[in-house]
Nanobody
């Protein structure tokens, strides 16, 4: 199993970014996928999750209405569209799945700053 995130970077407050996580080594469409984030000095927190079909999504309360998780099973990729970004969204964002054990990507840094 391999998860590779991309799309992070520096963005001004109010801006947008789209993160991608390309998966390999398992039947992607069968698995629930999640995005987590970890800010400096803080614990890793769940951002959003999506079922294998993409039919059901879940969000942490602070991200509802600003972030959208989606997936393209033909491309083995899960996305996180982030709008109206705030400085407190600054963190390393990780892709995650569980297949007998937890699997994590290497993370992608998102920095929201003027």
């Amino acid at each position: 199993v391999q998860l590779v995130e991309s799309g992070g970077g520096l963005v001004q407050p109010g801006g947008s970014l789209r993160l991608s996580c390309r998966a390999s080594g398992f039947t992607f469409s069968n698995y629930y996928m999640r995005w987590y984030r970890q800010a400096p000095g803080k614990e890793r927190e769940l951002v959003a999750g999506i079922t294998g079909t993409g039919g059901t999504t879940n969000y942490a309360n602070s991200m509802k209405g600003r972030f959208t998780i989606s997936r393209d099973n033909a491309k083995n990729t899960v996305y996180l569209q982030m709008n109206s970004l705030k400085p407190e969204d600054t963190a390393v964002y990780y892709c995650h799945t569980f297949r007998f054990v937890d699997y994590w990507g290497q993370g992608t840094q998102v920095t929201v700053s003027s």
